[in-house]
């Protein structure tokens, strides 16, 4: 590896880092109504709203210093906050090793950025905020359509835009039938918000096909292990978010490896 390549890593998992950080403040403050993400413009603590200095607003040292307490309250902080960080800058550095300088790593980069607060915020609170949907749908229609100029093949636009209808209407349908069958609500409208989003960036049936049934094994499987450790109740609701933005993810990276494997499996 040459010294331009370790440099550009370096950066890319400090900015990852940052990014990180910042999606902290969108964790913390989107779900709670009354909070901006742009005011107050410092960090405060949760707990006795004392505001952070900037040198303990280094992502994960400052954690590490403070040994993971406020310096004004001395309450924990959760666990969340270097979790989110590291995670960011660790798949930003391997987009970058996957996909090199390309727009590739931008669309994995900003998709990375927007699954994780949904991912999060779904998990904590079972919502997924339209604030976090409707920027990923603006700038994955940019990224989308900027990518359709420069093949110059406006078709590369529709496809995208067609396969996210489909992704968001199947989920939907999946969610009435299950309202029918289970007498309640099985699946919430921001699930399917969510996977025209994903249907957006990724723009394949093979997609669309693999985020939903790689989403629904997971998510079967952890409910099920939450079940047998009386974690949940087998009538308790579990976010499905995760388990799609996952999924996607795995799907954008190794997208013909998995469609591959999957042919494979059925024997085709």
């Known amino acids: 590896m040459s010294e331009y390549e370790i440099g550009t890593a ?27 993400i742009h005011f ?5 603590c949760p707990n006795c709203q004392s505001p952070i200095l900037f040198y303990d607003n280094i992502p994960i040292i400052s954690f590490l210093l403070l040994k993971g307490k406020c310096r004004s309250c001395h309450i924990r902080i959760s666990i969340i906050y270097p979790v989110v960080e590291l995670t960011t800058a660790v798949i930003f550095l391997f987009l970058f090793y996957h996909f090199g300088l390309t727009l590739e790593l931008i669309q994995g980069a900003l998709l990375v950025s927007l699954f994780i607060p949904i991912a999060v915020i779904d998990t904590r609170w079972m919502i997924i905020p339209n604030t976090i949907i409707l920027t990923g749908l603006m700038t994955g229609l940019a990224i989308i359509t900027l990518m359709a100029i420069l093949k110059q093949d406006i078709n590369y636009l529709l496809k995208h835009i067609l396969w996210a209808s489909t992704g968001s209407m199947t989920i939907q349908t ?11 609500e099985s699946m919430g409208f921001g699930d399917t918000k969510l996977m025209f989003l994903i249907g957006l960036f990724l723009g394949r049936w093979q997609s669309i096909l693999t985020v939903l049934t790689v989403a629904a094994f997971t998510g079967s499987i952890i409910g099920l292990i939450l079940i047998i450790f009386r974690s949940k109740q087998p009538n308790s609701e579990i976010p499905f978010a995760p388990f799609l933005t996952i999924a996607a993810t795995l799907d954008f990276i190794w997208h013909n490896q998995i469609w ?4 494979r499996l059925i024997g085709w």
């Open 260 to 263: 591959t494997t999957y042919l």
């Open 40 to 44: 107050p413009h410092r960090s405060l």
């Open 174 to 184: 999946i969610a009435i039938v299950g309202r029918f069958v289970f007498r309640k």
């Open 10 to 36: 370096i950066i890319i998992f400090v900015f990852g880092l940052v990014i990180g950080s910042f999606l902290n403040v969108c964790i913390h403050r989107i779900p709670n109504d009354g909070l901006s």
